[in-house]
């Protein structure tokens, strides 16, 4: 069974960073295996916000985190993070980790709230 586990939300002032981790288990990886963030916001359907394929050769970014938030991976401990700098009050959302395969999610985890005051 597939567990995705989120941790490192909470609340943060404009301007400041948050680092979110994902610990992943009962997961077989490979190439073909997506892994990454989307984020919904109160009232806002679910979007896209960074995932990579395993095998390491892409990683996207949607237009609203480049250059901000970045997306890692530690392949022993099977987490994934994702490093958010300069947060802005519109990033203010609850946070999921997400697992798919060749480039789509199919499952998500339970959330980690992020806020960002103004």
């Known amino acids: 069974q597939v567990r995705l586990v989120e941790s490192g939300g909470g609340l943060v002032r404009a301007g400041g960073s948050l680092r979110l981790s994902c610990a992943a288990s009962g997961l077989t990886f490979s190439r073909f295996t997506t892994m990454g963030w989307s984020r919904q916001a109160p009232g806002k359907e679910r979007e896209f916000v960074s995932a990579?394929?395993?095998?390491?050769?892409?990683?996207k970014y949607a237009d609203f985190v480049k250059g901000r938030f970045t997306i890692s991976r530690d392949n022993a401990k099977s987490t994934v993070y994702l490093q958010m700098n300069s947060l802005k009050p519109e990033d203010t959302a609850v946070y999921y980790c997400a697992v798919g395969i060749l480039g789509s999610f199919n499952t998500w985890g339970q959330g980690t709230q992020v806020t960002v005051s103004s």
């Open positions: 990579f394929n395993w095998s390491g050769q892409t990683t």
